[in-house]
C-alpha cells in the first residue's frame, strides 16, 4: 500500500520566493496534519484537518504559511513569501480518526526546505 | 497537552535488551502512551501505544506502570537499525482529535 506520499522531496528556493509543498494522504485516512522540523525547536505541529476541515492551526508560524485541503487525498502548505528561517524539513501525516485516541499517525517522507 | 519526560540519549550493544523509560507524571485518564521512532532522514514511524495494560507487538513491548505515572519502551533485541531518535508521547482524547505533541526525545545509539 502506498503510504502518505510527498513532493517536492528536495527544495532549494531564493528568499521571498513562493513555495508550496504537497501531500497525499493515505487512501480513506480522514485526518491530515503537518508538521515542520528544525534542530532547534525539534517537531512542531503546524495545522491537522479532519475531513478536510482545518481544525487547529495556532501552530502556523505566521501569515506567510496557509495551508489548504481541497478534498480527501490533496493537501498543500504554502510559504509566501519565503525567507531562510523558514528552512526545515516538512512532513505531513496521516490517520484515520476513531473514537478512541489509539490510532496510528502515518508520516512522509518529507519535504526537505531551504531558501538562500 | 501533558508533558513527557525522557533521557536525552542511551547507549545499547547490538542483540542486547535496551529499556527505554518515559516520565508522564501528569498523565489524565484518557490519554493514550503513544512511541515513534525517527531514523535519520525519514519521517517518524509509530512503534507501540497502550492505554493502561502492558503491549506487545512485532517490534517492541511497552510497559506501563500501574499509576500511569511512567512507562518503558523495550526492545527485546537492539540492532543497528534500532539507532533513532524515540519519542513518548501523549496522545490526547476529547476533542484534540488525537494529535501528537513530540518532545525531545532519546537518542538511541546502537553498538555492533
Known amino acids: 500500500d502506498a503510504g502518505v506520499i510527498q513532493s517536492p522531496r528536495h527544495e532549494v528556493t531564493e528568499m521571498g520566493q513562493e513555495v508550496t509543498l504537497r501531500c497525499k494522504p493515505i487512501?480513506?485516512?480522514?485526518?491530515l496534519f503537518w508538521y515542520r522540523q528544525t534542530m532547534m525547536r525539534g517537531l512542531e505541529l503546524l495545522i491537522y484537518f479532519n475531513n478536510n476541515v482545518p481544525i487547529d492551526d495556532s501552530g502556523m508560524p505566521e501569515d506567510r504559511f496557509s495551508a489548504k485541503m481541497p478534498n480527501a487525498s490533496f493537501s498543500t502548505l504554502k510559504i509566501q513569501p519565503s525567507e531562510p528561517r523558514d528552512s526545515a524539513v516538512y512532513f505531513c501525516?496521516?490517520?484515520?480518526?476513531?473514537?478512541?485516541?489509539?490510532?496510528?499517525?502515518?508520516f512522509g517522507e518529507g519535504s526537505w526546505l531551504t531558501v538562500v | 497537552d501533558a508533558k513527557t519526560t525522557q533521557p536525552n540519549s542511551m547507549e545499547s550493544n547490538e542483540e542486547e535488551p535496551v529499556h527505554l523509560p518515559c516520565n508522564h507524571s501528569t498523565i489524565s485518564g484518557t490519554d493514550y502512551i503513544h512511541w515513534y521512532r525517527q531514523l535519520p532522514s525519514q519521517g517518524p514511524e509509530y512503534v507501540i501505544h497502550?492505554?493502561?495494560s502492558n503491549v506487545n507487538n512485532r517490534m517492541a513491548s511497552l510497559a506501563i506502570a500501574e499509576d500511569r505515572k511512567s512507562s518503558t519502551l523495550i526492545l527485546h533485541r537492539a540492532t543497528l537499525r534500532d539507532a533513532a531518535v524515540y519519542y513518548c508521547i501523549l496522545r490526547a482524547g476529547g476533542t484534540s482529535y488525537g494529535k501528537l505533541t513530540f518532545g525531545q526525545g532519546t537518542i538511541l545509539t546502537v553498538h555492533p
Open positions: 501525516a496521516s490517520s484515520f480518526r476513531t473514537g478512541l485516541y489509539g490510532n496510528t499517525i502515518y
Open positions: 487512501s480513506g485516512h480522514n485526518s
Open positions: 497502550g492505554l493502561t
